[in-house]
């Protein structure tokens, strides 16, 4: 307890310093707030006598009352809001105002207010290190307070505090800026953003969520479009600005807009909020009712800033999000979004379904002829068909470059209302031209749960339309299920296979018939699984060549083939020429000659030991590539022969012009000698061959009279099992020894 005082000795009253009451300066603020603890009610007068009408800092010092730690603590429970705690050290006890200085600091974390310690009894003065300990700002004895020193102590105290609370709101201000900028960034769409932008600026300045916030395009000369609209704007969402007519938030917002900045007024408040290059500028208008002190602006100044590169990177995820999900050309769904689509209707299917996939036929055809502009224009067209065509909710999406995807209710769907629209012309550069298409659908029932399921099942049906029913319709049935599982499970067994080296090559020795010199072998692959079961080519080479796994399968073929001829060359075994199959997929690689005769470089192999085995569908190559690749391999010393000759479709014409050495009959043609049937496609080969300078071999020959037969038809070699059947490298070397010892000295083997 302090000693009660006199008004004689107590210095507040009586000390002859003059410190003045201040200056009242207008102010929108309201007073400095200052809490007087103590149990001396003289000390209560006194100060309120020492600072009556006294103004500092340009506002008025308000002063609340306390006459002891326990009547502080509850006047502390709901009075928060103060400035300066003027605080007596001994109250009811010892270490009353210290444990309230505690309650204050730790309890309420009322770490701005500013505490100065008074004590009447100096041997009660607190540690150094308590003062710092508990951020008090000053301790005076209180026979030191003069009027004018009360003053000096109140304004240094006014002036922290005041410091502190700045320091505060910014901090405040910047966390609510990243929050704020960190959920933004999280809304998808222009609407959504501005949305955001009203309620984080209300929230940053405490203020209700109300006001507008506006878009101008690149050009000046575009209207204002409200994006957003809270409060009692509200009705004014998506209409053009004009509908406020003389409201000032008109007027203000285009000022923003115009001049590019914010503007700060002593009722509202218009934040400018700049796009990219060639995006939207956004300007938000909010009724604050206040002006906004300097550290507030600075504080909103950042925010745009954020707004600005939120809003920049909302426009970058809107093109990315086009890109993604949206076709460049044609500006309708791509196969993502497709896929996705799908995937929503799967967790929430309310009808039957149906997935349609519509190709141009030839499309190639009509970009080489016509030009890629005018097969864009194509695409358009049918684009445009098809949308017109279906009713709202079907989906129309470009899956490939020249497939669509259409999908929605089955009884939107019909493949046949589908084939008989597009039969009719499209109007293209104001011509009619018409298409052919091929069509392949799948139902949901058979989507397995997924889009990207469906859409595979409905390449598969498509891929049967076009190679069996081109321009027709084919429905995904179970059977064909079935079949793709079968065939995806082949391509995982066939790459392991290649990878584990299940994968070995045989050869077939190949013999001049009029002499029985042998000229060459045939390089074939063959595979047998772990289990011993070997499976035929004609399974496994169609998954290759659908795989693209034959251009690596084909290229590792020829280096074994050419490695093991030049090791049986240097055993001093000759088997003649090696020859070796090439898909067409292989042939129409930019790179196929250069690596073939690298291959042949780098192994040091002679180009004349090497016959190449294309088919006659390399045509759909087209004839320049066929006859420029075809020349150069030649041209270096490589033979090329056309293989299964009569089994596909060429021209006489075209095979006239290809550079070609041997033309090789297919074993079914042979086969019907074996069966004693005419010769007539045989012979017509051979005589073909004759007429055009090339080498005639047949295969299949199965026995000597099928041997004696082509003989006599003019064929010049031929292989088969009646000659020798196809060995592994050992058993050929140990058949090609065995061949050398039987031969007559001087014989040719």
């Known amino acids: 307890m302090t000693p009660a005082s006199s008004a004689d000795d107590d210095p507040l009253l009586w000390g002859t310093d003059d410190a003045g009451s201040g200056v009242p300066a207008a102010s929108g603020l309201g007073g400095w707030r200052v809490l007087v603890v103590d149990d001396d009610p003289d000390v209560h007068a006194a100060t309120d006598f020492a600072l009556a009408d006294t103004w500092l800092l340009g506002r008025p010092v308000e002063l609340l009352h306390a006459h002891s730690a326990q009547q502080a603590r509850a006047l502390l429970a709901h009075e928060r809001d103060l400035a300066v705690i ?82 505060e709101a910014s901090r405040r201000g910047l966390q609510r800026i990243v929050e704020g900028s960190a959920s933004l960034l999280e809304m998808a769409g222009l609407q959504r953003f501005a949305d955001g932008v009203l309620t984080q600026l209300a929230g940053l300045l405490d203020v209700p969520p109300e006001g507008l916030v506006c878009a101008q395009g690149a050009s000046p000369t575009h209207g204002l479009t409200v994006l957003a609209a809270a409060g009692r704007y509200t009705s004014l969402m998506a209409q053009p600005l004009e509908r406020l007519h003389d409201h000032p938030a008109v007027d203000r917002l285009r000022d923003a807009l115009d001049r590019r900045t914010s503007l700060f007024g002593p009722d509202d408040t218009v ?14 208008y909010l009724p604050t009712g206040r002006s906004l002190d300097a550290v507030t602006q600075q504080l909103i100044d950042v925010f745009c800033v954020n707004l600005s590169a939120c809003l920049r990177n909302m426009e970058l995820i809107e093109r990315l999000h086009h890109l993604a999900y949206e076709d460049g050309l044609l500006r309708i769904p791509n196969r993502t979004r497709l896929v996705e689509r ?51 909710g079907v989906l129309v999406a470009r899956v490939a470059g020249n497939a669509f995807a259409v999908y929605g209710p089955q009884v939107a769907l019909d493949p046949a209302r589908l084939s008989a629209a597009l039969a009719e012309p499209l109007d293209v550069d104001g011509q009619p031209f018409r298409v052919r298409v091929s069509i392949g659908s799948c139902d949901d029932d058979l989507f397995e749960g997924r889009g990207v399921n469906a859409v595979r099942n409905a390449q598969v049906a498509l891929k049967h339309a076009k190679q069996q029913h081109r321009g027709r319709w084919v429905a995904f049935d179970r059977d064909m299920a079935v079949r793709s599982r079968h065939q995806a499970e082949l391509l995982t067994r066939l790459n392991a296979a290649f990878n584990e080296n299940q994968l070995f090559v045989v050869y077939q020795p190949q013999i001049e018939l009029a002499s029985g010199r042998l000229v060459g072998m045939e390089a074939l692959v063959r595979w047998r699984r772990e289990d011993g079961q070997l499976i035929p080519p004609d399974t496994f080479i169609p998954v290759a060549e659908r795989s693209g796994l034959i251009d690596a399968l084909g290229e590792w073929v020829l280096q074994t083939a050419c490695h093991d001829l030049l090791r049986l060359l240097r055993m001093g075994l000759d088997p003649g020429r090696v020859a070796v199959n090439v898909s067409v997929i ?142 592994a490298f050992e058993p050929l070397q140990a058949w090609l020894e065995a061949r050398a010892r039987t031969a007559p000295a001087g014989a040719a083997t």
């Not at 934040?271 to 938000?284: N, Q, R, T, V, Y």
């Not at 009279?705 to 031929?718: D, K, N, S, T």
């Open 271 to 284: 934040l400018f909020i700049p796009g990219g290059a060639g995006g939207l500028d956004l300007a938000a």
């Open 86 to 167: 003027l605080l007596d050290v001994v109250m009811e006890t010892p270490d009353a105002g210290l444990g309230l200085v505690d309650h204050i600091r730790r309890d309420l974390g009322m770490t701005a207010t500013r505490i100065v310690l008074r004590t009447g009894q100096p041997g009660y003065a607190p540690e150094h290190e308590t003062l710092q300990r508990y951020d008090i700002n000053d301790y005076k004895s209180k026979g030191e307070f003069t009027r004018h020193r009360l003053l000096t102590t109140l304004t240094t105290a006014l002036r922290s505090y005041e410091q502190i609370r700045t320091i």
């Open 586 to 727: 292989q042939f129409g690689g930019a790179t196929f000659a250069d690596r073939v005769l690298a291959t042949l470089e780098r192994l040091g192999l002679p180009p004349q030991r090497l016959e190449l085995e294309i088919t006659e569908s390399v045509a759909m190559l087209g004839e320049d590539v066929v006859q420029s690749v075809l020349a150069r391999l030649r041209a270096a010393g490589l033979s090329v022969a056309i293989d299964d000759f009569g089994t596909g479709y060429s021209s006489l014409a075209y095979l006239e012009r290809l550079p070609l050495d041997c033309l090789k009959i297919d074993r079914a043609f042979v086969r019907r000698l074996q069966q004693g049937d005419e010769a007539r496609v045989a012979e017509l080969i051979t005589q073909l061959g004759h007429k055009l300078g090339l080498r005639v071999l047949a295969e299949g020959v199965e026995d000597d009279a099928v041997r004696q037969r082509l003989l006599a038809l003019g064929c010049h070699e031929g292989q088969g099992f009646g000659i020798a059947r196809p060995m």
């Open 342 to 392: 799908i995937d929503e209707d799967e967790r929430d299917a309310r009808q039957p379904r149906r997935l349609t996939l519509v190709d141009i036929d030839d499309f190639s055809g009509i970009n080489e002829l016509m030009g890629h502009e005018f097969g864009d224009r194509v695409l358009q067209a049918t684009a445009q068909r098809l949308r017109a065509l279906l009713p709202p």
